[in-house]
């Protein structure tokens, strides 16, 4: 465990949170109850309300569940059936699409499975409740899969340089999986001609975007209560200008696809290190799209994209390079390590310590702070009086995620000091691991 020394600072847990409480004053009783009443009355509208939209939508998904039942048992949900089938062609036909299922959930009703509820109510949110519109987004939705071969994509092999653009790594706080498009190695010509070069390029860098959409799909748990979304989060640093019209044009064709067959399987879509020129591109466009889906776009400037980040995921999760602690092939740790949190108020100093009681052990540990300029040192000191401090790192700016290791010989502890010379408060997350180890010199005599 470590131990947290400080000088006028706040600590928490990372999990923490911060509240201020206001406390409201009125200046005779009868004000008092007056506002009490009238809080009472606002209070009982909003239920009414809310009880309201309650019932529409349960409707509404019934009205959609039987509209779906009948459409499969009747054999029209895909379109009309083709004429001149034999009984026996017909029945098979009857009795597929009796099967037909959609991420792996069965989309008849009547077989009672609980992701079914949970699927077409993400139809129907997309369509407001509407659930003549619901059901035809469903349709087309199956319709372009088919076309697509939508459900082949995850057996097909992408091009090695995709690995480098598109990848899923680590969860957000609430478990959802984290798909990351990276465009500033596009930067480099080769890399871009070689991805985006010529128009059948496009389409498999398109559908390795849709491959990495559902592989993130696949970790997905349609239950009551399961993660049912994915956080999309959108590197542009170093990206290509708005002239790369191949990149604009993918980006857009990307987006509606996952807008119409998709729906509301983006938690949210995180753009950071984002230009300008792609600012403003952005405000000019997202006014043709739903208040809702507005609402699922956050944007951070480059000094901000690690607040921004850790906001919604935890240190254990995010990837190193956005200073996170989630390290690829981490022989150390791993993101069930979770990390602590520490506040350190503005113009203060404050320390961390690692105490270790035995010797023979290699202390490994984690720190990152949001924000910059804040320095940091670190050093073993023994519990042995007459024993000397040893220096491990001497005060430096601490700008990314840093990880360092120190073979304990003797009891003692390793302290981290940080010095916030700001006028604002800054936030430093960590951890620690302590792991036997057989010292060197066993080796050399053997």
Not at 96 to 114: A, F, M
Not at 249 to 267: D, G, M, T, W
């Amino acid at each position: 465990m470590a131990e947290e020394e400080n000088n006028d600072q706040e600590n928490t847990t990372h999990k923490g949170n911060e509240a201020d409480e206001n406390n409201d004053s009125y200046s005779s009783d009868d004000d008092t109850y007056k506002d009490e009443e009238d809080d009472s009355s606002d209070h009982d509208d909003d239920a009414i309300a809310s009880a309201e939209l309650k019932r529409k939508k349960k409707k509404a998904l019934l009205q959609f569940r039987c509209r779906l039942e009948d459409a499969i048992l009747g054999n029209y949900l895909l379109g009309k059936p083709k004429k001149n089938l034999s009984k026996e062609e017909s029945a098979k036909q009857k009795e597929k699409l009796r099967e037909i299922t959609l991420w792996d959930v069965p989309l008849l009703p009547s077989k009672g499975h609980e992701g079914t509820d949970i699927l077409l109510l993400k139809f129907l949110k997309a369509r407001d409740f509407k659930v003549i519109d619901a059901f035809e987004m469903l349709r087309k939705t199956l319709k372009w899969r088919n076309e697509y071969k939508a459900d082949e994509i995850l057996d097909e092999k992408l091009g090695s340089n995709v690995d480098s653009l598109l990848y899923l790594k680590g969860k957000d706080k609430e478990g959802r999986p984290l798909f990351f498009t990276v465009y500033g190695a596009l930067k480099d010509k080769e890399l871009y001609k070689k991805t985006l070069g010529s128009e059948d390029k496009c389409n498999k860098f398109l559908r390795s975007r849709i491959h990495y959409m559902e592989k993130g799909i696949k970790k997905l748990n349609f239950k009551n209560g399961g993660v049912d979304s994915i956080v999309q989060i959108t590197d542009l640093k170093n990206s290509p200008g708005p002239a790369m019209k191949e990149l604009r044009s993918v980006s857009k064709r990307a987006f509606a696809l996952v807008q119409n067959n998709y729906p509301n399987f983006i938690h949210k879509n995180v753009i950071i290190n984002a230009p300008l020129w792609y600012y403003a591109s952005h405000t000019i466009h997202s006014k043709l799209l739903s208040p809702k889906t507005r609402k699922k776009f956050v944007f951070a400037r480059p000094s901000k994209a690690k607040k921004t980040l850790l906001r919604y995921i935890a240190p254990e999760n995010l990837p190193v390079e956005y200073g996170g602690f989630n390290r690829e092939k981490d022989e150390d740790f791993s993101p069930a390590d979770e990390s602590s949190e520490l506040i350190i108020r503005a113009n203060s100093c404050c320390s961390i310590k690692f105490p270790v009681a035995e010797a023979g052990s290699t202390l490994v540990w984690d720190i990152t702070v949001v924000g910059s300029d804040v320095s940091y040192m670190e050093e073993f000191v023994p519990d042995d009086e007459g024993s000397y401090k040893i220096q491990l790192q001497k005060q430096k700016k601490l700008r990314e995620s840093v990880r360092n290791s120190f073979y304990i010989s003797e009891p003692g502890k390793i302290v981290i000091t940080f010095e916030n010379g700001t006028f604002n408060k800054k936030k430093v997350f960590y951890r620690s691991k302590a792991k036997p180890t057989i010292p060197m010199s066993v080796f050399f005599k053997n």
